[in-house]
């Protein structure tokens, strides 16, 4: 398979696209052209949807609404096949040189994630189907919970339909789980306690239980139907029993039998927490090295600026302590900021509540200001919502996720608030600005609601580097028109740039140098001002993403990078707010694709 892949890829890289070279078009021709190439990225965007019924529901559609996601191998295998047919496709029928430059650039960009999924594909065993930050037990939950909208009684039905379907997909769970198994790619013994303990918890309650309260989808799916109008109490009732029928006849055995599999698995578990145990680790981490930060730096080179940045940062934090008038070293002023109580809200509902108020008054603060900093601003609202009490102890410290593209949901910035002492008040202002506005909300709500590029780099394309890249970037803009005006708020701001610094150090430590998880969780608590249960829960997550957490701060230099070159060749003529055009409204790019982006936007403003 791997040798038939990397053979089509050479054939489509080479291919002629059977035009003319050099030849000329009329206006009207490159609009011609550039029309039928923007039809043919959506019919094949569309037909990828038509095949992910869960992808279609994220989107607001309701196509197949009762269905899950085939993930089997077989499926995966088809989709690439599809996606090498549609690059042939693209590059005979299509010539690039009759198209308007966003259309070359949907173009290259389309190539380029084809291309990027094929070399990908040898390494799809490579990774933890189930662990503590994704998998299907904690993401089927969440996703009716989240995502599927009942407006009527066949959504009501097709959401027990897809109760009755978890069945059938975590059966595909388990052939992928033992797939890997067989490979030797399984979790560290670690994952284990966390991903069973979250599956246990979303069959706790009724109806699995007969008494205390309604489990989590029985309270959601009560919800939602009591909610209905023009919904007659027999039918009310009788989606209610089905529901129940569902979830103790469907759903209770599917996560016992997975939870049943996890517990044999474990025993085969090992504390090795890096990709180089892998048949094919090295090569494996390479290329994902490659693809998260869409560079060619090496494990070597990323380690080797992260532990410069853990340095810089650590001068920037000195002179914040030295401000507030701080005695001893940063190691003592790292240990006041973990231990005083002031820096944290009271472990209660209150305590919860005010924690989600703040992050909602700094979000708002914010974008009262965004006019100083953006031509475009994003039409969808934003929400801050503390992670649901079922997954709090699996999921990550904050996330967000976007707006449906119709506006029938509204982007939501995630905290995870199931200890409060895990949430520094002093972190919350570039959090917020991080997961909220102007960072993750912006981006990419911008990018789902400009009209002037195809569906596929809208909602399709991810790249790690430019999306985390722009949410910490986005931590330091606010600060340079005057925000952060308290020392103690800049100090967090800081402390969390440091954390993504740290990060480019265990991460190619865990994976490419060997380190140990203790070794890892060590490097982090010795260097920053994070809790002991931070490093720990941070650390657990690299090991089960290899490179994600990369994706930051190399994203973030090249962004700021860029801005320098362009305040340097553009001098008076820099304007921020256009430079920040440059970067959102292409939406999601490769990072040597945002540079010529920014290079040709420089030009353009050198010549007017």
Not at 20 to 43: C, H, L
């Amino acid at each position: 398979m791997k040798k038939t892949i990397v053979s089509l890829i050479i054939c489509l890289a080479f291919a002629s696209a059977g035009f003319a070279a050099g030849k000329t078009y009329t206006p009207e021709q490159i609009a011609t052209e550039s029309k039928r190439a923007n039809e043919f990225f959506d019919k094949n965007f569309d037909d990828y949807v038509a095949r992910h019924p869960q992808v279609a529901s994220r989107l607001g559609l309701k196509t197949d609404y009762d269905k899950w996601d085939d993930i089997s191998d077989a499926r995966a295998a088809g989709d690439l096949a599809q996606e090498l047919s549609n690059l042939a496709t693209l590059k005979r029928d299509f010539d690039y040189d009759a198209l308007d430059p966003q259309t070359q650039l949907s173009y290259k960009l389309f190539e380029n994630d084809v291309q990027r999924d094929a070399e990908g594909f040898r390494f799809r065993f490579d990774t933890y189907p189930v662990n503590q930050m994704y998998g299907a037990h904690s993401e089927t939950p969440t996703f009716l919970i989240n995502i599927h909208k009942i407006d009527n009684v066949k959504d009501a039905e097709a959401y027990i339909a897809r109760i009755n379907g978890v069945p059938k997909l975590f059966d595909q769970l388990l052939v992928n789980l033992q797939t890997r198994a067989d490979r030797g790619v399984i979790p560290p013994k670690f994952v284990f306690p966390l991903v069973i303990d979250a599956s246990r918890k979303v069959i706790q309650g009724q109806p699995f239980d007969a008494a205390g309260a309604n489990s989590p989808l029985l309270d959601d799916f009560s919800k939602k139907v009591g909610a209905l109008k023009d919904v007659d109490p027999a039918t009310r009732d009788r989606l209610l029993s089905e529901a129940k029928n569902a979830l103790t006849t469907s759903l209770k055995p599917a996560y016992e039998k997975l939870i049943a599999y996890l517990q044999d698995l474990e025993k085969r578990a090992t504390d090795d927490a890096g990709v180089w145990k892998f048949p094919d680790g090295g090569p494996f981490y390479e290329f994902a090295l490659r693809r998260t930060t869409t560079t060619d730096l090496t494990a070597n080179q990323i380690h080797e600026i992260g532990l410069k940045e853990v340095t810089r940062i650590h001068g920037e934090m000195r002179k914040i302590k030295e401000k507030v008038g701080f005695k001893g070293d940063l190691q003592a002023f790292f240990k006041f900021m973990r231990d005083d109580p002031q820096f944290y809200l009271p472990d209660t509902d209150e305590g919860r509540a005010k924690y989600l108020a703040n992050a909602v008054e700094i979000i708002d603060t914010m974008k009262k200001r965004l006019d100083e900093l953006f031509v475009t601003k994003p039409k969808a609202d934003i929400q801050v919502k503390a992670v649901e009490k079922f997954r709090e102890s699996s999921a990550g410290k904050a996330f967000y996720q976007q707006p449906a593209p119709d506006g029938s949901r509204p982007g939501m910035f995630y905290v995870n608030l199931r200890h409060m002492h895990d949430n520094p008040t002093y972190e919350l202002e570039s959090l917020a600005h991080h997961e909220g506005i102007p960072g993750h909300h912006m981006q990419i709500a911008i990018a789902q609601e400009f009209t002037g590029i195809p569906k596929f780099r809208k909602f399709g394309l991810r790249y790690t580097a430019y999306t985390e890249g722009w949410g910490l970037y986005s931590e330091l803009t606010p600060k340079e028109i005057g925000l952060y005006q308290d020392p103690y708020s800049d100090f967090g701001r800081l402390s969390l740039e440091l954390w993504r610094a740290g990060r480019l150090v265990v991460d190619t430590g865990i994976h490419a140098k060997h380190w140990t998880r203790d070794q890892a969780i060590k490097y982090l608590a010795d260097n920053t001002p994070n809790s002991q249960a931070d490093c720990v829960d941070s650390i657990n997550r690299y090991i089960v993403l290899p490179s994600q957490a990369t994706a930051y701060k190399i994203g973030m230099l090249k962004i700021l990078e860029l801005r320098e070159k362009a305040k340097k060749q553009l001098g008076s003529k820099f304007d921020i707010r256009q430079f920040h055009e440059v970067v959102l409204i292409n939406g999601p790019v490769p990072l040597d694709v945002l540079e010529q982006l920014v290079d040709r936007w420089i030009k353009s403003k050198q010549g007017s």
